[in-house]
Every structure is written in C-alpha cells, then in structure tokens.
C-alpha cells in the first residue's frame, strides 16, 4: 500500500529550544526521524516546517522538505496544510511521525497505516501498549486509552482510565491485577480528507479541558482506530534527559553523507 510520512517540525520548543536541529550522532534530530521512518513502507517522507533553518537542513541531508505557514496551533493543522498543497485525494493515507523520535520504529509506522487501510470506516489510526505500572496509570503526562471491543477509541484521558472501582477504593495509587488499561502513543495515520476538514471543526470542550487534539474527532464522530502493540516504543525527545539518552545510544560522530 501508499502512504506518506509528514513529519512536522518547528523550532520553538519551551524545554529544548532549536529542538529539530539538535545534534544527534552527526545529524539533526529531524533528520535521524527522517531516516528511520524511511525504513517503513512509506512511499514518501517529508518534513513539513515553518523555519528555513530546518528546511535547509533537510535539503543539505537530501531528505524533501515543505515550508508551511507559521501560526499552526497543532501539527495537525499544519499536515491538513500539506495534504491541500501536494493535492492528495481524500483516501490518501497520510502518517504523523514527530520530529523528536530518532529512535520510532518503522514496523509501528507500518502497522497504523495498515491499519487505517484496512479500517475504511475510520479517519484515524493510531496505536497504544500494556500499562504495566502504576506511575504511568496515574502520571498525567501519560495519555491513557480506552477502546471498544472492535479496537475502536471510546476516550483518551491523562486520568488512570478505566478506574477500578473495587482495588483502587481504599485511595492508594496501584495497578490492579489484570487490569487492562492502555497507554497511548503518539503516533497518527489520517485519511487526506479527513485532514483537510479537520482545520474547520470546532475545538470541543473534552479537547480543551484535556489538551488532548485527538478528542477533538471523538467530540465530532469520527472513529479512531487502535493499533495494540505490546512493545512500548522508545520514547522521544522532550527533555535534556532524553536527549543525553538517545546521544548515548548513537554515540559520537559526523554524518557519512
């Protein structure tokens, strides 16, 4: 099957500033992103920017880049940007891969594009793995997911989703035994048309108390699917931490071409 990668990347970052350029191993971090989800099936991968810097970079490094306008408030909104220029039909399977993940894995990215393929009912996939602690069930930087029994999203909530009433009732924070509980993760598949409608659709009140994007769909009917995988990917880029971790992994060096 076709489908493209978008990965939008801007250089404002509060906790990383000029996050995208920042080196890793010899190359930009946009740019090892670039590179590992072209190991997936994608028929295309760009980085969708709003900064000259980044977009020379991708150039510099062969990767194509579109410049996009600045202002977007999500990088949703600026994949519907991309999705109107290249003209991409609406049936166009188009994959979100951020630009401050190095290290994602290509068969994840395969496996939401294949997904949503096969789901034509649905405008999003996305995918999720195993809670298998209780700092991450009650961390609400960590986005929980619950589905039907069809895989399809019922709600995405920072709160430790579903609540088990009778182990969680004496107030301490622990992971029930068998509990089903799911982690999101942060990687998207879109139809084009969906994309391009997406910009018009009201923000919901569920998506602003959360700060959640994603429930904006919900809010508005449209079915997301859920890719399970029980492999949690390695995280991203968000801190000076991780950064120092994903150096370590990568080493020294200077790109070989």
Not at 32 to 54: E, F, Y
Not at 147 to 175: E, K, N, V
Not at 211 to 231: C, D, M, N, P
Request: contains cysteine; neutral net charge; charged residues 20%.
């Amino acid at each position: 099957m076709n489908f493209t990668v978008v990965i939008p990347a801007r250089a404002e970052s509060t906790r990383l500033p000029g996050k995208p350029l920042l080196d890793i191993g010899g190359l930009p971090m946009v740019i090892r992103t670039a590179r590992q989800a072209a190991l997936s099936g994608a028929s295309r991968v760009l980085i969708a920017t709003d900064d000259p810097a980044i977009a020379d970079a991708a150039h510099a490094h062969k990767v194509e880049a579109l410049m996009t306008r600045r202002g977007h408030r999500t990088g949703t909104d600026r994949l519907a940007e991309v999705a109107t220029t290249l003209g991409l039909p609406d049936e166009a399977i188009v994959v979100n891969v951020q630009g401050d993940e190095p290290l994602i894995e290509p068969t994840l990215v395969d496996a939401v594009a294949n997904l949503l393929s096969q789901r034509p009912q649905a405008a999003i996939a996305t995918c999720a793995s195993p809670v298998r602690d209780a700092d991450t069930l009650f961390d609400p930087n960590a986005v929980k997911v619950v589905c039907d029994t069809r895989g399809r999203a019922l709600y995405f909530s920072r709160a430790p989703i579903p609540w088990h009433r009778d182990a969680l009732a004496d107030g301490q924070q622990r992971l029930a035994p068998g509990l089903q509980a799911w982690h999101h993760i942060g990687l998207y598949a879109y139809r084009a048309g969906f994309l391009r409608q997406y910009p018009t659709l009201p923000a919901g009140y569920l998506e602003q108390v959360e700060s959640l994007e994603q429930l904006r769909a919900l809010e508005q009917g449209f079915e997301i699917v859920v890719h399970q995988t029980q492999s949690a990917p390695a995280r991203g880029v968000d801190t000076v931490q991780d950064l120092a971790r994903v150096r370590a992994l990568f080493g020294p060096g200077t790109p070989k071409n």
